[in-house]
């Protein structure tokens, strides 16, 4: 279902010069209509190219259709594809996004204005498993989990699910990535700490906010500056 990656990452690249290549990547495939399984497995494959340990990948979002209320992506290493879905509307399909970190992320996190994101970790003694999912994730061998939700379009009361939902785990033993230790309490909205290099005047590193090149944290305290 999916084609092979086009082009290699070379592991001496640095993680800037990666996200910006597969930045420039994502939007030449999309404004080329490639089908969305086949720009999200190639995406996955890239990512793992670049090291990143990912082991499962989802993306989703919901639907104005009278019949199908969404349409979700979900990429697995292991089996190499893509496995594309409708959803159809009823009960099952609304207990699901119920049950979801999404609803949280939809109605806990945006009304206390924090970033639609959430972290879990899934084994050890940080394990958190407050989600059904999460206990199901976990016992196929994940260990880490990460979730994000962003609007697009008008997000309003009458159309408060106007946005694209997506997932990381992996089943490696320390996780998605290692938390740094360092003086710089990190970004606010991403958690990522300073690299000691023009450390004032440092993009955050979460993909997101490099892509939409947001400068969020204009300072900290690391003790370098």
């Known amino acids: ?11 001496s ?20 209509r490639t089908p969305t399984a086949t720009l999200f497995g190639d995406f996955c494959r890239r990512l793992v190219a670049a090291g ?14 009278p019949q199908w209320a969404g349409y979700t992506y979900t990429w697995w290493r292991d089996r190499d594809e893509v496995n594309p ?18 609803a949280y992320l939809r109605d806990v996190a945006a009304g206390r204005d924090l970033p639609l994101r959430l972290r879990r970790r899934l084994t050890g003694s940080e394990s958190q498993r407050d989600f059904p999912f999460l206990e199901e994730l976990a016992n196929s061998g994940a260990t880490d989990y990460v979730a994000e939700l962003i609007p697009v379009g008008m997000v309003t009361e009458a159309f408060p699910d106007s946005g694209i939902g997506f997932s ?33 005047a440092h993009d955050c590193r979460w993909p997101a906010c490099r892509l939409s090149r947001r400068r969020c944290r204009p300072s900290c305290s690391c003790r370098c500056g």
């Open 85 to 102: 879905a409708q959803r159809e509307r009823g009960e099952v399909y609304e207990r699901d996004i119920r049950d979801s970190p999404y």
């Open 1 to 11: 279902m999916c084609s092979k990656p086009r082009i290699a990452t070379a592991p």
């Open 168 to 200: 990381f785990a992996t089943n490696h033993p320390e996780g998605l990535w290692r938390e740094r230790s360092s003086p710089d309490p990190g970004c606010a909205a991403c958690g990522s700490t300073c690299d000691c290099v023009g450390c004032r």
């Open 13 to 32: 690249l640095k993680t800037d010069e990666l996200i910006n290549e597969l930045h420039l990547w994502a939007v030449h495939e999309g404004l080329g």
């Open 52 to 65: 990143v340990p990912l082991w499962r990948a989802f993306a989703g979002m919901r639907t104005l259709h």
